[in-house]
């Protein structure tokens, strides 16, 4: 049971490149999250999913793309890297919940991945 | 969507409690609050959750006033383990992208 997994761990890019990182999860979680942490700075999300299929966006869409084909697997794209987009990037599951079982509904965080575009 | 006010940094000694307040004034009806750890090159870390008076689990601690604008983490005991940053987070736990983490408080436990 690895919980959330994310591949690569890190990563250089030059400004122009494209890349795409890779969560998989195995909890069976509906909810999926892409974040960015600069340094000093908490998370910001980037984009998110609900479920299989669907896809939404979250603060700080803009440059990024994401899939989810399968629901154990959320992908982000970085279609022309550019240097601002050097970060820390987390990827969170979450599991769904009735309203009436609402309780210390929480997210599950992948250990990160560094990338650095030069 | 409701914005978290929280200290920069804290300092403490073990086996002191420590308390790290959030303030949250716009919190609405359906928000709940959640309290996140997060270590040098790890993700966050769920702590503790609640929406009213006070919840208790077996690592810390939220007290909620009846107004809902503030919460308050302890952690009963700190050690240098406890050294970290921890997050306040406030949203309708029932809408996926609607919490938002703020810069978090950096608590330096020493010994």
């Known amino acids: 049971n690895a919980g959330v997994t994310q591949t690569p761990k890190f990563r250089v890019l030059k400004t122009g490149q494209s890349m795409t990182l890779l969560c998989a999860q195995d909890m069976n979680h509906e909810y999926m999250y892409w974040y960015r942490q600069d340094p000093g700075m908490g998370l910001r999300l980037i984009h998110y999913?609900?479920?299989?299929?669907?896809?939404a966006k979250g603060e700080v869409p803009d440059g990024y793309n994401v899939s989810r084909l399968k629901k154990q697997n959320f992908l982000l794209g970085l279609e022309s890297a550019a240097p601002s987009q050097t970060s820390v990037y987390f990827c969170?599951?979450?599991?769904?919940?009735?309203?009436?079982?609402?309780?210390?509904?929480?997210?599950?965080f992948g250990s990160g991945t560094q990338l650095s575009v030069l | 969507l409701a914005k978290t006010t929280q200290p920069i940094s804290m300092d403490s000694y073990e086996g002191q409690e420590v308390n790290i307040t959030c303030s949250h004034n716009?919190?609405?009806?359906?928000?709940?609050i959640t309290w996140y750890q997060q270590f040098p090159s790890q993700g966050p870390r769920f702590i503790i959750q609640g929406y009213k008076t006070k919840v208790t689990n077996e690592v810390a601690s939220l007290f909620i006033p009846a107004d809902r604008k503030s919460s308050t983490l302890s952690l009963p005991r700190v050690s240098l383990s406890d050294t970290a940053v921890y997050y306040c987070?406030?949203?309708?736990?029932?809408?996926?992208?609607?919490?938002?983490f703020g810069d978090g408080t950096t608590l330096t436990v020493k010994p």
């Open positions: 969170a599951t979450k599991t769904y919940l009735d309203k009436l079982e609402a309780t210390n509904e929480k997210l599950f």
């Open positions: 716009n919190i609405a009806t359906n928000d709940y």
């Open positions: 999913s609900v479920g299989e299929g669907t896809t």
């Open positions: 987070l406030v949203g309708d736990i029932q809408d996926a992208g609607k919490s938002t």
